[in-house]
Nanobody, 128 residues
Framework: QVQLVESGGGSVQAGGSLRLSCAGS????????MGWFRQTPGKERAGVAS????????YYAESVKGRFTISRDNANNTVYLQMNNLKPEDTAMYYC?????????????????????WGKGTQVTVSS
């Protein structure tokens, strides 16, 4: 069982930055892929960024490329999402998720159904 706890959300103005953290209850090596997702009311949860925890390969949604960076600290069982140049459309509840199945294909595509473990989320609000 993997438990995930997100932190670091908040309210910022457009152009600002936030860093989200996802602390895992187990060694990140026991998860194969970890990802960040976001969701707004009435919309489906969408993958923002993901990372292969052992190899470090990173994958991003087109909407955040060049602005967001996903990273991991395996020693501390933590995954981060650095978000720069935030835009009002980035406003959402952000969730951390983990998957233990091997294979890079699902990690790069970030379908929520491929991830079996989820945190409760942290709210990010970007004002114009």
């Amino acid at each position: 069982q993997v438990q995930l706890v997100e932190s670091g959300g908040g309210s910022v103005q457009a152009g600002g930055s936030l860093r989200l953290s996802c602390a895992g209850s187990t060694n990140t090596y026991s998860t194969y892929c970890m990802g960040w997702f976001r969701q707004t009311p009435g919309k489906e949860r969408a993958g923002v960024a993901s990372i292969l925890t052992t190899y470090g390969n990173r994958y991003y949604a087109e909407s955040v490329k060049g602005r967001f960076t996903i990273s991991r600290d395996n020693a501390n069982n933590t995954v981060y999402l650095q978000m720069n140049n935030l835009k009002p459309e980035d406003t959402a509840m952000y969730y951390c998720a983990a998957a233990t199945r091997t294979g890079s294909g699902y990690c790069s595509s970030r379908a929520p159904s491929d991830f079996g473990y989820w945190g409760k989320g942290t709210q990010v609000t970007v004002s114009s």
